[in-house]
Every structure is written in structure tokens, then in C-alpha cells.
């Protein structure tokens, strides 16, 4: 049974640096993706994803296990750095680069995906041009999420890409429940609308 | 409810959050409204879609790159006494109830200090000083030989049971009464 993530922690504020890397190795895919779709840079992601888990490492004598879950306080700390980031964008005037997805760059899970379903046999939805139809509805979806007001993303990745509960994104943004459940709804109803040309064409 | 409202509602019925109530008039304007069937089904379709997103990979160098940033950053050490402060986790009530007991403490102890200082004189009775009866006072050395029993009223003073243990005192005055014991009180 692995270990739990307090348990980890408590490991590594006894000076077990390879608990650390455990946590490392357990959150580092989620938490890439989760900054990755939020600030919509996949370089930026790895690098603010290695400053929050620096941000973890110099935090830990201070973590108190079971006050909040190591989950929340990780999404919290990377939530903060997304904003400063995005925050300096604006002032930078930097526009918006969407490169979470390099095509067939060897350990990318979507060009896997794809070169899968380019060498599977002859279903329907191998076929090549509906394989082109998703991919496009992908960059469309992609596109659409990055164009949402912050406060309707941010929650929307969250619940729908990183599979986190009310409760639980309530503790990462500092909301009250209602006010996260009508902002997920909200940020859905936006993206349907955003996507109903491609949707409809499926 | 009209298409606005249903709206609102569409997260919830999707996610089973909905109430009893609500439920019945959502489900009754999706049924006559061909519109809000349609959204919904998009809706629907959406949420399957973002799930679906494939995930961003970390790069092959992100551990190496994490590991080599770690080793040029210092390691905050906590001090002891902060580690002790922080670490000495108690629900808030409990803080709460220490602080009243400190401050009852403090107040008693401050208080009593002054009322040393009002009356100088008066010594506030211990439990190695009892209080004396004004007849033991009157007879200190006998009342210094006593060791048990109650203090002896002034009437009885002198006599050979104030010496005696209660419970021969007891036996004594049975037997002056005369009754037949048989062999019991």
C-alpha cells in the first residue's frame, strides 16, 4: 500500500530527503498538466512547477499533517505562482502561446495518443480524418479553456482536468463552495458556447 | 422555471447535486424546451471532452533540472523554539481555556499579594496553623498531649474520656445505661 502523503512529509521533516523525491515523482505529472492548461505555456509549466516543489521543500518544517491535505496546499502554492506569472505577462505585454502540445516529441502523452491511434486497425474513429476532427476539437477545447477569465479557468481545471472536489478547490482558491459551484457551471456554460460549431459537426 | 434558471441548474443535475424539488421543475422545462435538450446534451458533450484532454508530460529532465535547483537553494531551518510553538497543536478552545486559567492564577496571586500588604498584621489561617478553641488556648500543654479525637468542650475538660478514643467513649455510655447488649450494640 503506498504511502500517504502526510506520512510522507512527516518522513522527510525527519530529514528523509527520498520521501521527498516520492512526493516529487507522485505529483509532478498532475501538477505540470494542472499549471500547464491554467497558464497555457508548457516551458513555464515545468519551471513553475519546479518552483513549487522548491517552494514544498523550504515550506516542509512548517507543514502541519492532517491541518490541510498536501494535495490542496501544493495547488494552492502553484495556483499563486500561476497568477504572479500571468500577472507579469500582462505587464510585459506578452501575448498568449499556446505550446502545451509538441507534436511528436517522444513522452508526450497526446502525440502518443495519436501515433496509437494512426497504427491501430480500421475502426471508425482511427480513421484518419476523424482522427483529424478530434485533434482539432483538442486545439479548439484548448484554445477555448485559455481564453476563459481567470476565475472561471482556474476552477474549471481544477474540477474537470484535475478530477479535485468542491471541497477541495474551495480550500485551493479560498472560496466559498457556492461561489465554486456556480463558477465551474459558469465557465462549462462559456466553453459549450465557445465549442458548439466543433461540437456539432461530431 | 424558464431557460435561464435551467441553466444554472445544469452542473448540478449532471453531478447529482440537485434537490428534490428543483429536479422536478428542471426536468419538466428540459422535456417541453427543444433548446435546452440541445444545450444540455452540448454541455454534456463538453465536460466529456475536457475530461478527455490528453495530459501535459513532464519533460525527461524535469527530476535532474528539480534536483540541481535543490541543491543551490538553502534549507530553512526552523529554530526550536519556534518548532515547539508551531508543533504544540491544541483546538482553540483549549488555547482559550489555558489563557483563562493563567489569568485566573495571575488575578488570585496579585490579589492576594495586596491584601498581604492592606493587613500587615493579620495572618491568613494555614493548614499547619488550625484555629484554637478559646479552651485549649486556656490549656495548652494538655492540648498538646491529645493526639485524637475531637476537641473537647469545656464542661469535659479533666475528664478520663476526652483521652479515650471515640470508640471507647461509645462502649462506655452503652454500658452505663444498663440495657442487655447481648453481646452487640
Redesign the interface.
Known amino acids: 500500500m503506498p504511502e500517504l502523503d502526510d506520512e510522507l512529509m512527516e518522513r522527510f521533516q525527519k530529514g528523509d530527503e527520498s520521501a521527498f ?1 516520492l512526493l ?2 507522485r505529483h ?2 498532475p501538477l ?2 494542472f499549471i ?2 491554467f497558464i497555457g505555456d ?1 516551458d513555464s ?2 519551471d513553475l ?2 518552483e513549487t ?2 517552494r514544498i ?3 516542509a ?2 507543514y ?1 499533517p492532517g ?1 490541510a491535505q498536501f494535495n490542496t496546499w501544493m495547488y494552492h502554492i502553484a495556483s499563486n505562482l500561476c497568477k504572479n506569472e500571468l500577472r507579469d505577462r500582462g505587464r510585459r505585454g506578452r501575448h498568449w502561446v499556446d505550446n ?2 509538441s507534436e511528436g516529441e517522444p ?4 502525440a502518443d ?1 495519436e501515433n496509437r491511434i494512426a497504427s491501430a486497425p480500421a475502426d471508425v474513429s482511427y480513421q484518419p480524418d476523424v482522427v483529424l476532427e478530434r485533434k482539432e ?2 486545439n479548439a ?2 484554445k477555448a ?1 485559455a481564453e476563459l477569465p481567470e476565475k472561471y479557468r482556474e476552477p ?1 481545471v481544477l474540477r ?2 484535475q478530477g479535485l472536489s468542491y471541497e477541495e478547490i474551495s480550500e485551493v482558491l479560498e472560496i466559498r463552495p457556492g461561489t465554486t ?2 463558477r ?2 459558469r465557465a ?2 462559456m ?2 458556447d465557445k ?2 460549431p466543433f ?2 459537426r ?1 | 422555471m424558464n431557460c435561464l434558471q435551467a ?2 441548474h ?3 443535475h449532471l453531478e447529482d ?1 440537485i434537490d428534490y424539488r428543483t429536479l422536478r421543475s428542471f426536468e419538466a422545462h428540459i422535456e417541453a424546451c427543444g433548446e435546452c435538450q440541445r ?1 444540455y446534451v ?2 454534456a ?3 466529456t ?3 478527455a ?8 529532465h ?2 535532474a ?2 534536483h540541481q ?2 541543491a543551490e ?1 538553502p ?4 529554530p526550536f523554539w519556534k ?1 515547539l510553538v ?1 508543533g504544540f ?1 491544541l483546538p482553540r478552545w483549549a488555547y482559550g481555556a489555558l489563557l483563562l486559567v493563567f489569568a485566573t492564577t495571575t488575578t488570585y496571586v496579585v490579589y492576594q499579594g495586596a491584601l498581604f500588604e492592606r493587613n500587615p498584621g493579620r495572618a491568613i489561617p494555614t493548614v499547619e496553623q488550625p484555629r484554637q478553641l478559646p479552651a485549649e488556648r486556656a490549656t495548652p500543654a494538655r492540648s498538646e498531649t491529645r493526639t485524637r479525637g475531637p476537641a473537647v468542650p469545656p464542661g469535659f475538660a479533666g475528664t478520663s474520656i476526652s483521652s479515650q478514643p471515640m470508640q471507647h467513649y461509645v462502649l462506655k455510655q452503652v454500658s452505663y445505661t444498663n440495657v442487655p447488649t447481648q453481646g452487640g450494640l
Do not use: C, W
Open positions: 523525491t516529487v515523482r509532478q505529472q505540470i498538466n500547464a492548461r508548457r509549466a515545468e512547477a519546479q516543489f522548491i521543500f523550504q515550506a518544517p512548517r502541519k491541518h502545451t502540445v513522452g508526450d502523452a497526446a495518443a476539437l483538442h477545447l484548448r479553456i474549471l474537470d482536468i459551484k456556480s465551474i457551471n462549462r456554460l466553453l459549450k465549442l458548439k461540437m456539432e461530431l | 441553466e444554472q445544469f452542473s448540478a447535486e444545450d452540448l454541455f458533450q463538453t465536460i471532452e475536457v475530461e484532454l490528453p495530459q501535459v508530460a513532464p519533460s525527461p524535469f527530476m533540472t528539480l535547483r535543490l537553494e534549507r530553512i531551518t526552523v518548532r508551531y497543536t
